[in-house]
């Protein structure tokens, strides 16, 4: 089955619903008395079901790779380029390590874009040394 959104019903009137604010909305239940959706009318959105599920070859993967997250520096270096990772919130010193090591072994990490990452540290430490020269 294809992958579908399913969405809370009346997401597109109000705004604490998720009407111009697409990250508000997810799926809640309808478990009103006279819900047309609940009672699966034709028409309206369809509710979450098992017939909607993934098959098992694509299911928790990315691109057909398995997604693995990486929470410290040992999980990244034993990492492979074979599946696709997910970096965890670290601290900035940490970081700059990850992405060195990411670079080095050309790994794909989703949420992280290393490169981006080391020419932004690589323009700061220029602007600090002109401005200690400045002094």
Do not use: C
């Not at 998720?18 to 034709?42: A, L, N, T, Y």
């Amino acid at each position: 089955m294809a992958n579908r959104k399913f969405l809370r019903r009346n997401t597109t009137q109000y705004l604490r619903l998720g009407k111009k604010r697409k990250k508000v909305r997810k799926w809640q239940r309808p478990k009103g008395k006279h819900s047309k959706m609940r009672q699966k009318r034709k028409g309206y959105p369809v509710n979450v079901s098992i017939g909607f599920r993934k098959d098992g070859k694509t299911r928790d993967k990315i691109n057909g790779k398995k997604v693995i997250l990486i929470n410290n520096l040992e999980e990244l270096k034993a990492a492979n380029n074979e599946s696709v990772l997910v970096l965890s919130k670290i601290g900035g010193k940490k970081k700059i390590e990850a992405a060195k090591i990411a670079k080095e072994k050309n790994l794909n990490i989703i949420n992280f874009n290393y490169n981006k990452f080391l020419k932004m540290l690589d323009k700061n430490k220029a602007k600090q040394g002109d401005n200690e020269e400045k002094k």
